[in-house]
């Protein structure tokens, strides 16, 4: 089990709350940068201000169903069951907004990868179809998780395989949609005269972000295996980085 799970969550506000500040500050950045675009820009303004807005308010939700549950643990209901006893029940129904909350912030970080190796393939539907199955279907194992969880007060092997299963599509999403973008610009650019150095800082920032975004992943999906209380800290850190890669995205490609 590893770290006790009262500690475990008590550990994942405080580190929630700590990128969810990082987060809220590159959002204000990304923010101003986008209204200040010229024209030329309106097009990816209209789509990216809203996706960002939508990831802050998700984050921001999360964050705040944390705190409620934080205050029940250890101050409302602290002489009653006790904060372990209080974060082992697995069908509050806070638990299960809080699952929902996150399970949506995920699909839609997905959505938005599958969106942007879209735009890099020059809009072809061989790249949307494939990619909004995968989404699709992730998400609907992902609220099958949550279905799942308020059935039962503990985590059934089907709950742990479908949590085994969304993880590892979620990561596989970002790394193929990465790794094709990543070729696509390669195979376009290598023959020209100026070769990648144009499009240098752009690849370097898909990578970068990609990375970021897989080692959250694999660090959620190795914490689950093992089975120790550690994944929770890791789970509750995720929606604000979601966020974080987004704006960095954004805020790098302008910079460079």
Known sequence: MGIPLDK?????????????GVFFTLYCLTLFIL?????????????LIPVATLLLCIATAHMIVDFVRALEAFVFKANTIGANAYYSDFTLPLVLVKTAIYITQMT????????????????????????????????????????????????????????????????????????????????????MSDGL???????????????????????????FLVGTNGHYTVLDVIPPIVGIVFCLVILQIHFT
């Open 8 to 20: 475990a969550f008590l550990l994942a506000l405080f580190l929630e709350t700590l990128f969810y």
């Open 35 to 47: 209204l200040k675009k010229t024209k030329t820009g309106a097009i990816h303004r209209q789509l």
């Open 108 to 191: 839609l970080a997905d959505g938005v990868v599958v969106w942007r190796c879209y735009v890099f393939h020059n809009r072809s539907s061989l790249v949307v179809i494939p990619g909004c199955i995968a989404v699709l279907t992730n998400g609907a194992i992902g609220y099958y998780i949550v279905w799942s969880i308020s059935r039962t007060a503990a985590l059934s092997t089907t709950s742990g395989e479908c949590i085994t299963t969304f993880i590892t599509l979620n990561m596989v999403i970002g790394v193929i949609c990465t790794t094709s973008i990543a070729w696509r610009i390669y195979r376009t650019r290598r023959f």
């Open 197 to 223: 150095d144009v499009f240098l800082p752009v690849f370097i920032v898909i990578i970068e972000s990609a990375a970021l975004y897989a080692t959250s992943a694999i660090a959620l999906l190795v914490t």
